[in-house]
């Protein structure tokens, strides 16, 4: 080969690196393809709830602990200000004897769906959370019997039972139009069920089923809840969703 010919090959052999390193340099400086934002894993049951609900106490079967109809779990669950649902804690619960699907009084069955909290109550003097709270005297009830005060908070001279150990924590679930005060709000449908509650149990007999409501067997873990739940969250309660 040539001197001239050594010198074109070397001047086009140059030119090709210095092109090559020009085109790496531009793909360097060329910014990345975005990327399409994550999807935020929505549990089923968050479409049932109000927009601005990021508290939830739900309720759901579970073999976990025993194998009976009444055998339950009750999740904590929370939503971040991203919108993502992460479950806060699992506790061991107990529900109607014979399970889900409330449909009348006296079915021993737990009612399905989504509902407010009505009121908290503890037998103390003091609220021990945040959410509105009303005491529970001996003389509390939500009574049962037909008539004007069906599924109504009452305070029954001579009664001495509203004090009883599984009620001294927990709070009313806003099931049929449950009334604070007598013929305040909207009339309860006679017949349907009342009294329902989340209550803690008595001593030795924790996970027993109930006649209707969702028993948190252990009292610290109904205080953990009570002191958990937040006003500004509008909780709900989800019942077998």
Same mark, same amino acid.
């Given at each position: 080969?040539?001197? %001239?010919?050594?010198?074109?090959?070397?001047?086009? +052999? +140059?030119?090709?690196?210095?092109?090559?390193?020009?085109?790496?340099?531009?793909?360097?400086?060329?910014?990345?393809?975005?990327?399409?934002?994550?999807?935020?894993? $929505?549990?089923?049951?968050? /479409?049932?709830?109000?927009? %601005?609900? +990021?508290?939830?106490?739900?309720?759901? /079967? /579970?073999?976990?602990?025993?194998?009976?109809?009444?055998? $339950?779990?009750?999740?904590?669950?929370?939503?971040?200000?991203?919108?993502?649902?992460?479950?806060?804690?699992?506790?061991?619960? $107990? =529900?109607?004897?014979?399970?889900?699907?409330?449909?009348?009084?006296? !079915? @021993?069955? *737990?009612?399905?769906?989504?509902?407010? =909290?009505?009121?908290?109550?503890?037998?103390? $003097?003091? @609220?021990?959370?945040?959410?509105?709270?009303?005491?529970?005297?001996?003389?509390?009830?939500?009574?049962?019997?037909? %008539?004007? @005060?069906?599924?109504?908070?009452?305070?029954?001279?001579?009664? +001495? /039972?509203?004090?009883?150990?599984?009620?001294?924590?927990?709070?009313?679930?806003?099931?049929?139009?449950?009334?604070?005060?007598?013929?305040?709000?909207?009339?309860?449908?006679?017949?349907?069920?009342?009294?329902?509650?989340?209550?803690? *149990?008595?001593?030795? !007999?924790?996970?027993?089923?109930?006649?209707?409501?969702?028993?948190?067997? @252990?009292?610290?873990?109904?205080?953990?809840?009570?002191?958990?739940?937040?006003? *500004?969250?509008?909780?709900?309660?989800?019942?077998?969703?």
């Amino acid at each position: 080969m040539t001197r %001239g010919a050594r010198n074109s090959l070397a001047a086009a +052999t +140059t030119a090709v690196v210095v092109a090559l390193v020009l085109a790496v340099g531009v793909l360097a400086a060329a910014p990345a393809p975005a990327r399409a934002p994550a999807r935020v894993w $929505t549990p089923p049951w968050a /479409s049932l709830l109000p927009a %601005g609900t +990021t508290q939830v106490v739900r309720t759901v /079967s /579970s073999h976990e602990y025993c194998r009976r109809v009444w055998c $339950t779990l009750t999740q904590a669950w929370e939503r971040d200000p991203e919108g993502r649902w992460q479950k806060v804690r699992e506790l061991r619960s $107990t =529900i109607g004897r014979h399970g889900w699907g409330k449909q009348r009084e006296g !079915d @021993n069955r *737990s009612p399905v769906g989504v509902y407010r =909290i009505k009121v908290t109550f503890t037998t103390g $003097t003091e @609220n021990p959370g945040e959410m509105p709270w009303r005491r529970r005297k001996p003389t509390s009830v939500v009574t049962s019997a037909a %008539g004007p @005060n069906y599924n109504t908070w009452l305070e029954v001279r001579g009664v +001495t /039972s509203g004090n009883r150990p599984s009620m001294r924590s927990g709070w009313v679930v806003d099931y049929n139009r449950v009334r604070l005060r007598p013929g305040v709000g909207p009339r309860p449908v006679p017949g349907k069920g009342s009294g329902i509650f989340y209550h803690t *149990s008595k001593p030795g !007999d924790r996970w027993a089923p109930t006649a209707g409501c969702t028993q948190v067997g @252990n009292p610290r873990q109904m205080r953990w809840l009570l002191t958990w739940l937040r006003p *500004s969250a509008d909780p709900r309660v989800v019942q077998d969703r």
